[in-house]
């Protein structure tokens, strides 16, 4: 894919106050993009900066190679869906699409009905023309709003928040709409939105934006998987946090792999000689710090680790690989994050797993398709939020039961 908007060094101010802070932004042709993030953080505002409605402060906004700074609205091969979609309730769906084509004399009388018609297919409104528009429902409402952005073939339609005020059904339907869309009609899509799972639906890639800035910048997996930070990982999902110390480091090879070994008693880990020795070693030389160690081993695990060891408070060491951490991996306090389905209650009957412990529900949240348990274990700060999913035969357990906890060293997040 060719890159189509390049941001550089965009800043934005309103008087005094900093709206857009320092960003840099690449989106591909083709591409369905999201802008996430919580209220008031500039997602509109840069949505704005690029169609044209802002001039930036500070820094430039490219689309096709081509400089905006001095290109109006109605000149950037950009289209708008705006926040509060205005469609004209005394005009007929029809009308209410033909202004989209208001400002282009250039476009025959003649050739204006055909339009409507194409513009009003390609989100299934085929036939509705003649409908008044305050005749429909709240997605329709939002398709014509579309098709009005749409007549005028875009090379980057910008859409804010355009679901936002459907239902939660009718926004599901729409999500999938949207997407069937896209990829149809091939234009980039810009989507504003700030609901996370409608953002992990449709993007391609998602830029995570706080107060200004962007926070993250990924595809939806990696966003999920692998937040760069504490406050993405929040915004994005749910997310434990517990408090741990990376006790060793070490090159792959040495250390034991992070897969779960079956039939391993409950409770116990392994036991990795190699990490034992780098820790002996690391607590001798310098306690809490890097190893600037005297064999070879600990010279070039300390030098590009790739394996570490994390002792995890209540729950005990695990490794992991140094991609779960942020880059610089050294030793020393961290937080470790947990997504709750990333942990598991073991009901009756289940293998014992590599990892486990045993703990107390303290609140029970069902959903029906899911239920969320808060468990208290020993020793671990606070209580930990496990998601579950009902299965058929599977009981919902009760605030008191005892219950056996288990993780995986594989889907720990360091920070
Ligand atoms: N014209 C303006 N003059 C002054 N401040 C503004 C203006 N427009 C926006 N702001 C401020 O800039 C910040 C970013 O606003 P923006 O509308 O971009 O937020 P947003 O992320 O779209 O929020 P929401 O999710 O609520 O729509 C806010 O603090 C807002 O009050
Ligand atoms: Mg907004």
Redesign the pocket.
């Known amino acids: 894919m060719t890159d189509l908007i390049k941001l550089r060094g965009v800043n934005k101010y309103?008087?005094t106050?900093h709206?857009l802070r320092d960003i840099d932004l690449t989106i591909r042709a083709g591409e369905f993009f999201s802008l996430l993030?919580?209220?008031?953080?500039?997602?509109?505002?840069?949505?704005?900066v690029i169609a044209g409605f802002e001039g930036v402060s500070d820094g430039t906004v490219m689309i096709s190679d081509r400089d905006m700074a001095n290109v109006p609205p109605n000149q950037r091969p950009t289209n708008m869906v705006f926040?509060s979609y205005a469609i004209f309730p005394h005009l007929t769906v029809a009308e209410n699409v033909a202004f989209g084509l208001r400002k282009r004399s250039d476009i025959a009388k003649s050739a204006r009905a055909g339009l409507v018609e194409e513009a009003l297919e390609m989100v299934g409104l085929g036939g509705y023309g003649k409908r008044a528009a305050h005749a429909l429902s709240g997605g329709q409402r939002q398709r014509v709003a579309l098709a009005r952005a749409l007549i005028l073939k875009p090379k980057v339609l910008l859409l804010?928040?355009p679901l936002s005020a459907l239902d939660k059904k009718m926004r599901e339907h729409m999500q999938v709409e949207l997407i069937r869309l896209q990829r149809h009609v091939g234009i980039t899509f810009i989507l504003?939105t700030?609901d996370q799972e409608e953002a992990l639906v449709m993007s391609d890639r998602i830029a995570v934006?706080f107060a200004?800035e962007i926070g993250q910048m990924d595809d939806p997996e990696t966003l999920y998987r692998r937040p760069k930070s504490r406050r993405v990982a929040e915004f994005i999902g749910k997310m434990n946090f517990l408090p741990g110390q990376v006790t060793a480091l070490s090159a792959a090879g040495e250390a034991s792999s992070g897969a779960p070994l079956a039939g391993h008693a409950p409770g116990t880990v392994p036991p990795n000689r190699t990490n034992r020795l780098l820790t002996d070693l690391m607590d001798k030389i310098a306690p809490g710090t890097e190893a600037n160690a005297d064999t070879d081993t600990a010279e070039e695990a300390a030098a590009s680790p790739e394996v570490m060891t994390v002792d995890i408070a209540g729950l005990g060491a695990a490794q992991i690989s140094v991609d779960q951490a942020p880059e610089g991996a050294k030793l020393g306090e961290v937080a470790v994050g947990i997504r709750p389905e990333t942990l598991a209650i073991l009901f009756e009957g289940e293998m014992p797993k590599r990892h486990e412990c045993p703990g107390v529900v303290d609140e029970v949240v069902y959903y029906g398709d899911m239920t969320y348990y808060d468990v208290r274990i020993k020793d671990v700060p606070q209580p930990l939020t496990i998601a579950m999913k009902n299965l058929i035969g599977r009981p919902v357990l009760e605030v008191g039961a005892a219950c056996r906890v288990a993780w995986d060293d594989r889907a720990l997040v360091l920070f």
């Open positions: 309103y008087g106050y709206a993030g919580p209220s008031g953080c500039g997602k509109t505002t840069l949505l704005r926040q804010d928040e504003v700030h934006m200004g």
